[in-house]
């Protein structure tokens, strides 16, 4: 029997609280033990009987703490991983895996001096789309992939007054690592990229747009993302030799944790909204293709099996790093207005 692996949790906003302590909660062999906020009436809103705790330190020296969860700004991820690694901690960081590639480096070998797990929380590699999109992709029926465009549009006309919009990197070290993640999951390193990144709403005080090229030999993935779509329901246009994929809409996981509902059951994570397949042979019309199901649950499994030592980490930090290298790439990109080669 594989003991009880207890989590310690910083930061209790979004990502805490839709993507984390939910799922912990969810899965069999892992305890969540204690929460780190600024404001413990917030946490015990919604779960009455954590402790809270108000720093890392104090985190840090609680009994039955195996594992951490750093969903704190993203400027303190590597100072706060770092320090749970250091107090022999298995540590899993919310994206951005850090604000720089020396600080990501960092964080990798830390984790291997001190032999401890370090994995880089990129959870839409479990969205319903996405795992459709694979399993399209590896069975050929697109054919060679030419031109691949994945979309985070938003209707957000105006700048809220909190930290999120002024991050360093703005929407694209916000949303950019999800779409890198999975651009690489299914091309592997491109040879360059182009990035034009900028704040198209009045009064931004970070980026809240970019249309970032990928180029490859043959294809070129397409990452996009602006905060003034008023029609933004594209996610994936994905063409090849063989035919076309059109999905409109996003998986639902994040709306259903975010409406308080826990990641249980069999229909956890059916998407709705299938894709539109077009194939030459089959004449203009397009074909639904029913999705497959999405889990963030897979994730936290993957997790504790990788942790117990009988599985691989989900998300490895060689992973992890090279998405910082193309972030870092894309900003130089945009500052010098050229492609910058990988």
């Known amino acids: 029997m594989m003991g009880e692996i207890g989590v310690g949790l910083i930061g209790y906003g979004l990502g805490g609280r839709a993507f984390h302590a939910p799922y912990v909660m969810a899965t069999p062999g892992m305890t969540l033990r204690a929460v780190l906020s600024r404001d413990a009436p917030k946490v ?66 830390e984790a291997d001096q001190q032999n401890r797990l370090v994995a880089a929380f990129h959870n839409r590699r479990w969205d319903a789309d996405f795992r459709t999109l694979q399993a399209l992709v590896d069975a050929g029926t697109l054919g060679e992939i030419v031109t691949f465009e994945s979309h985070f549009d938003r209707w957000r006309p105006h700048v809220a007054p909190v930290w999120k919009e002024a991050r360093a990197g703005g929407s694209w070290f916000d949303l950019g690592p999800h779409l890198v993640d999975q651009a690489l999951l299914l091309f592997g390193r491109p040879l360059d990229i182009y990035a034009d990144i900028g704040a198209l709403r009045h009064g931004a005080q970070a980026p809240d747009y970019f249309h970032v090229i990928l180029r490859y030999e043959r294809m070129r993935a397409i990452l996009h993302s602006s905060k003034m779509t008023a029609q933004h329901g594209l996610r994936f246009a994905v063409h090849g030799t063989s035919g076309s994929w059109i999905k409109q809409g996003v998986d639902p996981q994040e709306a259903a944790t975010v409406a308080g509902a826990s990641p249980a059951g069999e229909d956890w994570g059916l998407d709705p909204s299938d894709g539109l397949l077009t194939r030459p042979e089959t004449g203009a019309s397009p074909v639904a293709v029913q999705n497959s199901r999405g889990d963030y649950r897979l994730f936290w499994q993957s997790l504790l099996t990788a942790i117990h030592g009988e599985g691989p980490n989900p998300v490895p930090p060689e992973s992890a790093i090279a998405v910082i290298e193309i972030l870092e790439a894309g900003l130089h990109s945009a500052r010098e207005g050229r492609a910058v080669a990988l």
């Open 44 to 109: 015990h809103a919604t779960l009455p009987a954590m402790t809270v705790v108000p720093d890392v330190d104090a985190l840090l020296r609680l009994e039955g703490i195996d594992l951490v969860i750093v969903s704190s700004p993203d400027d303190l991820h590597a100072e706060h991983a770092l320090a749970a690694l250091r107090a022999g901690k298995h540590v899993v960081i919310d994206k951005p895996f850090a604000t720089n590639l020396a600080d990501a480096q960092k964080i990798a070998e």
